[in-house]
């Protein structure tokens, strides 16, 4: 079974200042990770995304997110935030076959809204 | 190209009426999700559809909950004899498919069911 645990429900910081969303997961073999921010009362985007290939990951608006198996952990980073960023995060794990296919369904964890400050 | 689209975009219902839930997917996407979005359960996964497979219906809360996938396309999730905890928003993704290990999926901007 997979699970996914973002270890903070708030983060604040200042405009400027580095930003760091903290994730770790467990799968039964070798997940696929993700990224997703919503905006208020706008859709899912995608940010980035591991699928066993480079285990630092760059993405969109300036984020990156390391894959670290031995601590079972993706956290995403930044920088420098900027007040655009504010916004509910969430990481997503889904679980892969031997074959490389996913199983399909996502699961998410519990989303950090991430406020940053002028 | 169009992404995801959903309609309605909100719904109001009464209690123990049913509702239909519409769902177009990205042109050529063969694998096609629903999940749930609410105050106190986060997101859940509902249902997913690949190609011709049979449905993963695992996520699915009861039986007044079921899906349907037309054509390969179009889905329409219906709930029946609709409770107040149904209240959430209800959104739909469709992906490439499983043939890889990519796994992306695109989200719809969901569908606000509120029942009073």
């Known amino acids: 079974a997979q699970s996914v645990t973002q270890l903070d429900s708030h983060v604040s910081v200042s405009e400027g200042t580095p930003v760091l969303l903290r994730c770790n997961y467990s799968?039964?073999?070798?997940?696929?990770l993700f990224w997703y921010v919503q905006h208020p009362n706008k859709g899912l985007q995608l940010l980035l995304k591991?699928?066993?290939?480079?285990?630092l990951v760059k993405g969109i608006n300036g984020f990156e997110a390391e894959f670290k198996k031995s601590e079972t952990s993706f956290h995403l980073t930044k920088p420098s935030a900027h007040m655009s960023d504010a916004a509910e995060y969430f990481c997503?794990?889904?679980?892969?076959?031997?074959?490389?296919?996913?199983?399909?369904?996502?699961?998410f964890g519990q989303g950090t809204i991430l406020t940053v400050h002028p | 190209g169009a992404g995801v689209s959903q309609s309605p975009s909100n719904k109001v219902t009464e209690k123990g009426k049913d509702v239909e839930l519409r769902c177009d997917p990205i042109?050529?996407?063969?694998?096609l999700y629903w999940y749930r979005q609410s105050l106190g359960q986060g997101l859940e996964f509902l249902i997913y559809?690949?190609?011709?497979?049979?449905?993963?219906k695992s996520g699915l809360p009861s039986d007044r909950f079921s899906a349907e996938r037309t054509g390969g396309s179009v889905s329409t999730l219906t709930i029946q004899r609709t409770q107040q905890e149904d209240s959430a928003v209800y959104l739909c993704?469709?992906?490439?498919?499983?043939?890889?290990?990519?796994?992306?999926?695109?989200f719809g901007p969901g569908t606000r069911l509120t029942v009073t």
């Open positions: 799968s039964s073999y070798s997940p696929s």
């Open positions: 993704a469709s992906s490439r498919g499983l043939a890889g290990p990519e796994g992306e999926q695109y």
């Open positions: 591991y699928t066993s290939a480079a285990t």
């Open positions: 559809f690949q190609g011709n497979s049979a449905p993963d």
């Open positions: 997503v794990v889904s679980d892969r076959r031997a074959g490389g296919t996913s199983y399909g369904k996502l699961t």
């Open positions: 042109s050529g996407h063969t694998a």
